[in-house]
């Protein structure tokens, strides 16, 4: 369902971009093709709306690599907390708060039906309203003019022909069941000639179906304020080709004409409501183009190339968005080349294959497919980042392939950085994985430091990554024993926390929260957030060698001292944070 | 008075009935041209006379034992209300009704339409 926001977040974008771009054109469009030409391309942008699919390219035309920035929320329970929160190391902004993209589903759905049960409601009450003063028209020449007209148009549905005092200007009602309703007034021949031709002439182009799918992209675009701007636009070069068919090839006599008998029925209209005027914008300006549309005599072009063009990019934009955001799950980073050829060379297993083949880094993700070619290796990140993880902790990795069977050696494994030393260490997970779909591999993390996972690929055909995940077990700090009173007496089961690119952790308590930090910079923020009540102290120590606490900093946060800066800190390296005496309190750790 | 409302189906159409009668009115009348047709009781006809009396659509008067009943809201003047509240708001800012109009109503001052006017006057004097 993610997938499918941001399909229809991407689909909006890019059809807001293709109308606004064919908005500004518009002036130049209208002296060279058709209202109807016109008309009808708009169309093929409202389907697009409505169907916000398109058609996925293998490669992507727009590569855009975006990391989720959010921050993690990380809630950490009381230290009795037997599996530790981070579940899915990969997928932080995922794994606990409701994500941002159910409330966006939520959001718009009942967006979705607000929106339509408005429409659905004023609809009603006018059809309810123009019914209680509809007359059958009885009058034998206006029945004739209307019958004479339908022959010569080549329609023989039943149309009910009303006079309804309860509207303003003549109109067609009723998708399925067509209506056309006369206001009161006597209008003459001619006048009620182009009347009726006028609205059988969007009868027999079904602008009411196009009207409904304009409102159906509406509903679904309800949050995009450029959609109102579309059914405007739509609206306008309705009635202009509309206009246009009306008066056909037809010379400046029937123009003028037909001019005179749409301003003889809004004026006599006028007359009739006296009181209201209201200058509704575009009112007057709206009536002088339209009046000028109907004058000009020019040829204008059936725009064949304008509906290709209209077409082109309606698919093409949207298939490029769509590709490009469906690279987002798995993305090609090769900037770390380099970096994970130096670390790969060390491994022994590979060192024999001579000059390494690898193509770059992938952000491990709900993986959508990322194909890998015989002789690649790629490095796995989280979210740009590879994992920190401690000495001790129980790791498992699960992942899913997909082959064609031709697979005999596709390796699995993870390299290690020593955060202290810089010295590293490699070992393969798996060795020759078959075309089975799903792996799961358990192993104890050896050092503090970080972890790559890669692939490699040294079988004879490609295959399918589908999926890759990350969990963290168990904490590896509840051997610490306080050496100093300050200090929190004994650590038992607590809760590690990747806070290496910052993010929170909820302290609740009475007891002790603690948690561990990897930093690269030399500073450290401890912050309890606006509007958060509460107050206690924070610990935050290093440990060397045999679990020998120092470098022990502590500060009081209360309400009025909400931040603190710890500074003078050696970078890479791990850090424990302790939260003491805190009563539900969110904390942000940032460096 | 109160503020107008919108009449019920049933209220409605005896009005229609007041409104293409010269007044008095009166219960026969009503029972003659809609009642029997509706299939109506007289007691019902009396109850949505009295209903409307009520609303101030229309006054009472009486006559030895018949009831006379004379209109206080004109046709046109409820017309103007019901368009007004349920009409206007739909289809003339709306983009987005389910009807196809000739023109968007109201939306021209008297001023614009003298101006449109001319505009048609000069085409013409142009071509002739």
């Known amino acids: 369902m993610q997938s499918f926001v941001v399909t229809l977040l991407t689909c909006s974008i890019s059809m807001s971009v293709i109308s606004l771009l064919y908005v500004a054109i518009t002036p130049l469009l209208a002296r060279r093709y058709s209202a109807k030409s016109r008309y009808y391309a708009w169309l093929i942008i409202v389907v697009g709306l409505v169907i916000p699919f398109r058609p996925q390219l293998s490669n992507s035309v727009v590569e855009i690599v975006t990391t989720e920035t959010a921050t993690p929320a990380i809630y950490v329970g009381n230290g009795t907390t037997a599996i530790n929160p981070i579940q899915n190391a990969g997928f932080t902004s995922t794994s606990f708060s409701v994500s941002w993209w159910q409330i966006a589903l939520i959001i718009w759905l009942v967006g979705v039906v607000v929106f339509l049960a408005y429409q659905a409601v004023m609809h009603y009450r006018f059809i309810k309203t123009s019914k209680r003063w509809s007359e059958v028209i009885t009058n034998k020449r206006d029945l004739a003019l209307l019958e004479g007209l339908k022959s010569e148009m080549g329609l023989s549905n039943q149309i009910d022909f009303l006079q309804c005092d309860s ?339 909820e302290a609740d308590d009475n007891n002790i929260s603690v948690y561990q930090l990897f930093t690269n910079s030399t500073e450290i923020t401890v912050s309890i957030p606006n509007g958060e009540n509460g107050s206690g102290t924070i610990y935050l120590y290093a440990i060397d060698g045999e679990n020998e606490v120092n470098n022990i900093l502590e500060f009081a946060l209360d309400s009025k001292n909400t931040t603190k800066t710890f500074t003078g800190l050696t970078s890479s390296r791990n850090y424990y944070i302790n939260a003491v005496g805190f009563d539900d309190v969110r904390i942000t750790v940032s460096d | 008075m109160e503020k107008l409302q919108k009449l019920p189906d049933a209220e409605f159409e005896v009005m229609k009935v007041v409104w293409t009668n010269e007044p008095p009115i009166t219960t026969n009348l009503i029972m003659e041209q809609l009642g029997n047709t509706k299939g109506w009781k007289a007691q019902t006809v009396v109850t949505l006379l009295l209903r409307l009396v009520e609303r101030g659509y229309l006054s009472k008067e009486r006559r030895g034992r018949e009831g006379l009943y004379f209109p206080l809201i004109g046709r046109d003047e409820y017309l103007q209300f019901e368009t007004d509240n349920f009409v206007k708001q739909y289809h003339d800012n709306s983009f987005l009704a389910l009807v196809n109009t000739l023109f968007k109503d109201k939306n021209l001052t008297d001023k614009d339409i003298s101006e449109i006017d001319k505009l048609l006057q000069k085409t013409k004097e142009r071509r002739d």
Not at chain 1, 251 to 275: N, P
Not at chain 1, 397 to 409: F, H, N, P, R
Not at chain 1, 463 to 491: C, G, K, Y
């Open chain 1, 167 to 505: 509207v303003g200007s003549p109109m067609l009602v009723g998708v399925f069941k067509p209506r056309l309703l006369l206001p009161k007034g006597d209008f003459r021949r001619d006048e009620l000639y182009f009347i009726l031709k006028h609205e059988l002439v969007h009868y027999k182009r079904k602008d009411l179906w196009y009207k409904c799918l304009v409102m159906a992209a509406t509903a679904i675009h309800w949050f995009n304020p450029i959609v109102y701007l579309i059914t405007r636009a739509i609206d306008v070069l309705c009635e202009m080709s509309c206009d246009d068919e009306v008066i056909g090839n037809t010379g400046t006599d029937m123009r003028l004409h037909y001019s005179e008998a749409i301003i003889g029925v809004v004026k006599y209209q006028t007359r009739l409501k006296t009181a209201f005027s209201t200058n509704f914008y575009g009112g007057k300006n709206g009536m002088k183009k339209r009046i000028f549309s109907i004058m000009d005599t020019g040829k204008k072009r059936v725009g064949v190339a304008l509906l290709c063009t209209v077409l082109l990019l309606t698919i093409g934009v949207g298939a490029a968005f769509a590709t490009s955001s469906h690279s987002n799950a798995i993305s090609v980073d090769t900037s770390n080349v380099e970096e994970i050829k130096e670390l790969l060379s060390g491994l022994d297993e590979y060192s024999a294959l001579g000059e390494l083949n690898v193509t770059g880094a992938i952000n491990a993700g709900k993986g959508l497919g990322y194909s890998m070619n015989n002789g690649e290796i790629v490095c796995l990140y989280n979210e740009g980042y590879s994992w920190m993880l401690a000495e001790g902790q129980e790791v498992n990795v699960s992942l899913e392939i997909k082959g064609d069977g031709t697979q005999s050696a596709i390796n699995v494994g993870y390299i290690c950085v020593d955060n202290l030393t810089g010295e590293y260490q490699t070992a393969i997970l798996a060795n020759s994985l078959q075309i089975v779909e799903k792996y799961s591999f358990d192993f104890i993390a050896p050092l503090d430091g970080e972890y790559y996972f890669f692939f490699a690929n040294f079988s004879a055909g490609k295959f399918q990554l589908n999926f890759f995940e990350v969990t963290i077990f168990n904490s590896p700090i509840d051997f610490l024993v306080a050496e100093d009173e300050h200090i929190i007496p004994v650590l038992s089961g607590k809760t590690y926390v990747d806070l290496t690119h910052g993010g929170s952790v």
